[in-house]
Nanobody
Framework: QVQLVESGGGLVQAGGSLRLSCAASGRTFSNYRMGWFRQAPGKEREFVAFISRSGGTTDYADSVKGRFTISRDNAKNTVVLQMDALKPEDTAVFYC?????????????????????WGQGTQVTVSL
């Protein structure tokens, strides 16, 4: 089991920044690929960002490229999503997720099916 706890959400004006953190506990954190997803009211959960186990590979949804940055610290068992130049359309509940190597065979990292464990989510609201 891996437990994930997100923090850092809140209310921010358009153009502002937020830094989301995800603290992991349980099994060896460095064994897991990590992702951030978000879900807005009435919409499906969508991929936001991915980082490989070593942190050497990252990828982003087109809608956040150039504005969001994902990073991880395997010594501290944390993954961070730095969000800059926020827009009202970024408003959503943000979730971090951990994917085991076996899951990597089943689904591409942009799919929720690639992840075994999920946090409870943190609300991000961007106002005009």
């Amino acid at each position: 089991q891996v437990q994930l706890v997100e923090s850092g959400g809140g209310l921010v004006q358009a153009g502002g920044s937020l830094r989301l953190s995800c603290a992991a506990s349980g099994r060896t954190f460095s064994n897991y690929r990590m992702g951030w997803f978000r879900q807005a009211p009435g919409k499906e959960r969508e991929f936001v960002a991915f980082i490989s186990r070593s942190g050497g590979t990252t990828d982003y949804a087109d809608s956040v490229k150039g504005r969001f940055t994902i990073s991880r610290d395997n010594a501290k068992n944390t993954v961070v999503l730095q969000m800059d130049a926020l827009k009202p359309e970024d408003t959503a509940v943000f979730y971090c997720a951990a994917g085991s190597p076996s899951r990597a065979i089943l689904a591409q990292y942009g799919s929720p099916g690639a992840y075994d464990y999920w946090g409870q989510g943190t609300q991000v609201t961007v106002s005009l």
